[in-house]
């Protein structure tokens, strides 16, 4: 059979170069398109497409795929279709359709007008399904929805015939056409393919093509009442458009002939399937059902929640598209199943904010520090560097006065041996600013709790450095008191305490490994006033903290809200030689 029989597509393709030196990690579906081009099939087109279930949010397992797709498109020359699979309207919702689209711009890609529904193919769906029907390569069943699993049979035992897999032509066009004007009830009558009831593989004994929901569309509205199933609608709809390559995860693997027979059957151009093993990402599910229970029961605020592994939640937090894109890259493509550590990803957004996001100061547990000898009505401003990886970013001037804020964890009235920040009469660096002693510590006279410090500074030592050369050990940062801007700060951890959160023991469920401390928030932090210009989404790296992202939904110019996107401390200490190797 030729490749493009019965396309309605125009003929010639992007001819796209063979580019041999490409830097792009090599991986076997790269070498599959490779070969094709190299051997003109397809008469040299590269065209792939995203066919995303308007019934929840993209997650980073979909980032994977639209970067696989988007991305080979694009350096192939080729073209990449958003092609929406809604032919299940008792799950969808518009609001999913507006949220997808939102992730794969932000990722960094664009569908152009190349945007499809297969509700756009009902009709002709609808055609194809008569057609198999007049060849006798389907039927109209009336099992149950118990009683076909039980017709079905299992690995070991064949299936067996349905009673109604002998209808006549003429009665099977019968009742499909009148499944379509609504005479039967849901569950009533399905519409299957005629096949093997003793074949090997599942997948191939007998499968529902269409069955009756009489739901409303987000689209078509309640012009039908009967929904082609996935497996029918998903090669059609890729032989219609013209794809070339129909890139799908590994579970897609034994659905494969399923795909080939229906084209084949209805003698049509055949795009090739080809089968990637999914993302597996520790601490982290990417079931969409457990995600929706997770928004729905209220375990987290919803599909955009900081702790979500959705694309929503990870933009809402302050990833960044170009790390996803760079992890994707890294992270390859491969043909089995595997885990991958959730710190390379956080290692991939370090190396992109290092690069971008500018350092302030802030104190997210504040102490009091009154320097004695400072002048009270004296308010200096100090100059400091936005990010040492970029000089274009420049400098700012902090002010300082004779309050200021230092972290908690940054005194200890009794420090140990390597504690090298403020103590009793210990000497350190206040970033940017000057030197300062630690002279007396002020406690609440109830609880023993130090409430307040004072101490002294070197006027000669402006700026961090002292003229007489002496050095100190420590350097810790700090806010004016009198100039801070008050925040609350949410410090985010892993959702689920477990490495594969769905690895349960019985009678237990992924619910039970919920991280208590997923979320902590802070109040009453202060930061250096240059904040109070931030805006929803900026990122910064709190100095010795970590990166934090200005909250979108929750914050305000009053009220700022923080987000802790990443600390700075990378526990995975061989990621970055590995990466070198």
């Known amino acids: ?108 890609f664009d569908w152009q007008d190349r945007k499809f529904y297969a509700s756009d193919y009902f009709e002709q769906l609808y055609r194809f399904a008569v057609a198999l029907i007049e060849k006798g390569a389907a039927y109209v069943c009336d099992l149950t929805a118990e009683q076909v699993r039980e017709y079905r049979g299992t690995l070991t035992e064949p299936g067996k015939n349905s009673p109604y897999r002998t209808r006549s032509v003429q009665e099977n066009l019968d009742l499909f056409r009148r499944m379509k004007n609504g005479e039967f009830e849901e569950g009533s009558r399905v519409l299957r393919a005629k096949i093997d009831m003793t074949s090997p593989n599942l997948n191939m004994r007998d499968p529902a093509i269409y069955r009756i929901k009489k739901v409303h569309h987000h689209r078509s509205g309640d012009s039908w009442c009967i929904y082609p199933m996935y497996d029918f609608a998903h090669g059609i709809c890729d032989s219609l458009e013209g794809i070339t390559h129909s890139i799908c995860t590994l579970e897609f693997e034994d659905h494969r002939p399923l795909y080939d027979w229906f084209l084949q059957q209805l003698d049509i151009y055949r795009p090739q399937q080809i089968e990637f093993a999914r993302l597996n990402v520790t601490y982290t599910l990417l079931s969409k059902r457990k995600l929706l229970q997770l928004v729905n029961e209220g375990h987290v605020s919803g599909w955009d929640d900081p702790r979500m592994p959705t694309l929503a939640g990870y933009r809402r937090r302050g990833y960044t598209a170009e790390a996803i894109r760079n992890f994707a890259e890294i992270i390859g493509v491969a043909k089995r199943d595997s885990m991958v550590d959730h710190q390379l990803l956080e290692y991939c957004l370090r190396e992109d904010l290092n ?97 307040e410090l004072h101490g002294t500074y070197d006027p000669a030592s402006r700026g961090g450095w002292a003229p007489d050369g002496r050095k100190v050990k420590g350097t810790i940062h700090w806010v004016s008191a009198q100039h801070a801007l008050d925040a609350t700060v949410r410090l985010y951890e892993y959702l689920f305490t477990k490495e594969d959160p769905g690895d349960t023991e019985e009678g237990r469920t992924f619910l039970d490994n919920l991280n208590a401390n997923s979320m902590l928030e802070r109040r009453h932090c202060k930061m250096e006033p240059g904040l109070k210009a931030a805006k929803p989404g900026d990122r910064f790296q709190f100095e010795r903290l970590g990166y934090f992202c200005v909250d979108g939904p929750d914050s305000s110019p009053e009220a700022p809200i923080f987000n802790r996107t990443v600390t700075l401390r990378d526990s995975w200490a061989k990621i970055e030689k590995k990466m070198q190797e």
């Not at 790269?30 to 087109?45: N, P």
């Not at 980073?60 to 696989?68: N, P, R, T, V």
């Open 355 to 451: 690069k971008r996001a500018q350092r302030v100061m802030a104190v997210l547990n504040p102490l009091k520090v009154v320097i004695d000898n400072y002048p009270e009505d004296q308010v200096e401003e100090m100059e400091a560097i936005n990010n040492p990886e970029d000089e274009s970013m420049g400098k700012r001037k902090v002010p300082f006065s004779r309050v200021i804020y230092i972290e908690r964890d940054d005194f200890r009235e009794d420090p140990p041996k390597q504690f090298h920040r403020l103590a009793p009469g210990r000497e350190v660096r206040l970033r940017y600013a000057y030197f300062i002693t630690c002279t007396r510590v002020v406690k609440d006279e109830k609880s023993g709790e130090i409430i």
């Open 1 to 108: 059979m030729e490749e493009r029989k019965n396309s309605h597509y125009p003929a010639g393709g992007n001819n796209a170069p063979v580019d041999e030196n490409s830097s792009a990690p090599p991986h076997f579906i790269r070498a599959i398109i490779r070969e094709d081009l190299r051997t003109g099939k397809y008469q040299g087109r590269v065209h792939t497409r995203f066919p995303p279930e308007p019934n929840g949010y993209l997650h980073i397992g979909h980032a994977k795929s639209i970067c696989l797709n988007f991305g080979l498109a694009k350096e192939f020359g080729g073209k990449c279709n958003l092609r929406y699979d809604d032919t299940n309207p008792a799950k969808e919702d518009v609001e999913y359709v507006e949220s997808i689209e939102e992730d794969v711009r932000w990722l960094g």
